[in-house]
């Protein structure tokens, strides 16, 4: 077992960087722990189309604004990894890759991390593991008697292989619209969702977003009526893709189909939809297997916080999976005030 340190960050995407970021500004001892071979946590495995829904400067992490992309006003993943190595680098923070943690566990005055390299301790941890890693698929009746593909948006990478092929795209959100936008031009496309597409105005990006979601924060915590953050702008942001299929009649959404057969899908009324392959676009749940053994999960699958500190473990704060670890806290433009919130806690916790 290595010599213990102050803090462990779990998760080296854009969450555990904004982290480490202000762990060193406050001169906090801590390591980053990654499983990923490289930088750039989940936008390495996006696929190809995908763009932000702000521009590059509205989307950057402490400290350090994103460049424009060249000839881009919403920059692509591939550049949002470019970004996040030069960040990792130019702060020098000290991230281990090649690192997967199993579990962590209270060891009297420490947090004992445990992983294929071996066990590490803690005065305290912090968790950045997101989302990606935990695809979320339905109980959908006759799912495993469908016999063409199914893949999870995780999987999905370009329309290339699915020219000409008849596919179902499951899914309301961005996710959903831009993949279902992706594929309409090449493949013969059915888009299943379960309550009608609610997009966004035209004019709506990342920015407001970010502001939508922090007002819902403060009138919560105020003890005000829910402003509904978010949610109630709509589902899906119109990004130029979306925008263009949208308006030329190719993002025609049907509700969510009854069961899959072994060719296709099938509705309540007998209609059907035959199928190359599925895509489910249906969301993630958060990544925290590794803390079973702490017991702090309810039934919702969260951790209970205040603020990003888990209530039942002080030593452990949660950054960056969704607005109840911080108000838009799982986007580039969002994690730094709950990461700086979460340093700031630490380093008054270790205090001498």
């Not at 001169?27 to 829904?53: K, N, P, T, Y």
């Not at 991390?113 to 990606?132: K, L």
Request: with cysteine; charged share 20%; proline share 6%.
């Amino acid at each position: 077992m290595t010599s213990p340190v102050d803090v462990l960050v779990i998760g080296g995407g854009q969450s555990g960087l904004a982290a480490g970021y202000h762990l060193r500004r406050l001169g906090v001892e801590h390591v980053v722990l990654d499983g990923q071979a490289g930088a750039g946590g989940a936008w390495q495995h996006a696929w190809d189309s995908l763009r932000l829904f702000s521009p590059a400067a509205y989307s950057s992490l402490p400290g350090r604004f994103m460049p424009a992309q060249e000839r881009e006003v919403s920059p692509d993943a591939a550049h949002v990894v470019s970004y996040l190595t030069d960040y990792e680098k130019r702060y020098e923070l000290p991230v281990r890759r090649g690192v997967w943690v199993s579990a962590v566990r209270r060891d009297g005055d420490f947090l004992r991390v445990e992983t294929d390299s071996g066990d590490r301790r803690a005065r305290a941890v912090i968790s950045a593991t997101g989302t990606w890693t935990r695809p979320f698929l339905p109980a959908v009746p006759g799912r495993r008697e469908f016999l063409g593909r199914q893949l999870h948006t995780v999987q999905y990478r370009s329309p290339a292989e699915f020219a000409g092929q008849r596919v179902i795209v499951v899914g309301g959100g961005n996710s959903g619209a831009q993949i279902a936008a992706d594929l309409a031009p090449v493949a013969e496309l059915t888009w299943v969702t379960r309550r009608p597409p609610r997009y966004l105005a035209d004019d709506i990006d990342g920015r407001a977003l970010f502001d939508a979601a922090t007002a819902r924060r403060r009138a919560l915590d105020a003890g005000r009526t829910d402003t509904g953050g978010v949610t109630s702008l709509g589902d899906i942001v119109a990004v130029p893709p979306v925008r263009a299929a949208r308006d030329a009649g190719l993002l025609a959404a049907k509700p969510m189909f009854s069961r899959l057969c072994a060719t296709g899908a099938q509705w309540a009324d007998g209609t059907r939809a035959e199928a190359d392959a599925v895509i489910w676009c249906t969301g993630f749940r958060p990544a925290l297997g590794h803390f079973a053994s702490l017991r702090l999960r309810g039934s919702r699958g969260h951790i209970a916080t205040v603020g990003t500190r888990a209530v039942d473990e002080p030593r452990l704060h949660l950054l960056g999976y969704g607005d109840w670890t911080g108000p838009a806290s799982a986007t580039l433009i969002g994690v730094g005030r709950p990461a700086r919130d979460a340093a700031r806690e630490i380093a008054d916790l270790l205090a001498p």
